[in-house]
């Protein structure tokens, strides 16, 4: 499946998260800045303390809380984020930190239109914990991949990923730290490769095609 588009369009972002929001400042700054041809629409975070919030507002972006403790039910809070992404108008998902699973009908509704982004190489380390389940491994390297949403944990199509020694002297922390470096560079490119059409979805595997 190739990702058409209409370029003289800009994608419209909407972005979930859950905490600080340190890859929404990244996508928001490669918007602004003219690198990705989309426009944020929304911010959606699932906890009323999440900092994203507060960035969101700070860069003129409609920042609106869907409280996971609100609902009882976790279709209702679904649908919740969907209505407010479907008044938007978004076209593309962005999970920024969001740290909730999605069910069945979310992710098939945004099928090829939704990405995450996981702190390690995957397939390797999928969940919660991958910086303390990398070095519990013992692997020299690891990472941080970008993917399309399916219905699994982390298990959607590749698009981009990218790879950081492992030190002896690492610690969750730190390696989290020198991880998330190379997350700000790797989720705005993803991005901007498909806002810019050049993504092509086969099977499992991905396609970056020439511009």
Sequence with gaps: ???????????ILGV??????TNLESIIKAVKDGGINAEIA???????????????????IKAVCVDYKSFSQREDF?????????????????????????GKNFVREYS??????????LPSF???????????????VSG?????????MDTGPIIVQSAVPVKDDDTEETL?????EEEHKIYPKAIKLYCDGRLKIDGRKVEILDE
């Design 1 to 11: 499946m190739i990702i058409k588009r209409d370029k003289d369009k800009k994608e």
């Design 16 to 21: 979930l998260c859950s905490g600080r929001g």
């Design 42 to 60: 929304v911010v959606v975070a699932d906890k009323k303390d999440a900092f994203a919030l507060k960035r969101a507002e700070n860069a003129g």
């Design 78 to 102: 679904e649908n919740a984020i969907m209505e407010e992404l479907k008044k938007c108008g978004v076209t593309l998902i962005i999970l920024a930190g969001f740290m909730r699973i999605l």
């Design 112 to 121: 090829g239109r939704m990405m995450n982004i996981h702190p390690a190489l």
């Design 126 to 140: 999928v969940g919660a914990h991958a910086h303390r389940d990398a070095l519990s491994y013992g692997v020299k």
């Design 144 to 152: 941080c991949t970008v993917h399309f949403v399916d219905e699994g």
């Design 176 to 180: 989290a730290a020198r991880i998330l």
